[in-house]
C-alpha cells in the first residue's frame, strides 16, 4: 500500500502514507527489480464503490439523504465533505460504511494475486483508521502538516481552515510514522522526492517473497488463509 500510508509486498502488497497525494506509482512503479506491480488505489476503489446505486451510495443516501446527490444523480463528493469534516460523529459513521466494503474488495483482490509473483501496492489513505495487520511493509510518505496545509490551498483551492479541517480529522503524523518500515519524506522537491523512491523500491526489492500459503488479512479485519 502506499500512500498516507502504503504497503509493499513482494507477491503481496504495500502500503504507504504521503499525506498529500503524491503516490509512488508516479514515479517509479515497476523498479529496478524487474518484478512486475499491481496497484489498488483505495481512493479509487471508493469511487467505483459509491457510484449510483451501489450498496455503499445507498447506505450513504439512506443515512443523509438527497442532500449528498447531484443534479446527475451521482454522488455529491463536497456535500458529503461538508458534513463529516466538521463532525466527528458523522465521519465515524461514513467510514463505518465505507471502510468494510473497502476491505473486503481489497482483500478480494489480493486473493486473486497471491500464487502470483506481483509486487501489490495497496494505496490507502487512511491506513491508521481502518488497520493494517498482514501487510508485509509500510511505506509512509511524510509531510510537514503546515506544508500539507499550503499543498491544499495552493495546488487543490482549499480554503485555510477546510484544508485544516482534513487534516485534523485523520490520524496524526505521529501515528502514521508509528507503522512506518520505511519513511518517504515528501518535504522537498520533486528531484527530492525521486530520489527518496528510488531508495525506497531497493528497500521493496530487498524484501522476502512470502510462501504462497501465507495468510491474507483483510485491512481492519480477521485472518484468513488466502
Known sequence: DIRPCQQVLPGDLVEA???DGVHLHRHGVGGEGGLGTEI????????ELQAP??????????????????????LDRGAVADIVFSDSDELKALNGIVHPAVSAEMTRRREALAATDATVILEIPLLVESGHEGLHGVVVVDVDPEVAVERLMAGRGFEEQDARDRIGSQASRGERLA???????????????????????TWIGSLPRPPLDREIRPIGGRARRG
Open 40 to 47: 489498488t488505489d483505495s481512493d479509487a476503489l471508493v469511487h
Open 53 to 74: 446505486g451501489a450498496p455503499v451510495f445507498l447506505a450513504m443516501v439512506e443515512r443523509w439523504g438527497p442532500r449528498i446527490v447531484g443534479g446527475d444523480g451521482t
Open 179 to 201: 507503522l512506518a518500515d520505511v519513511v518517504i519524506d515528501n518535504n522537498g522537491s520533486l528531484s527530492d522526492l525521486s530520489d527518496e523512491v528510488d531508495r525506497c523500491w
Open 17 to 19: 502514507a504521503e499525506g
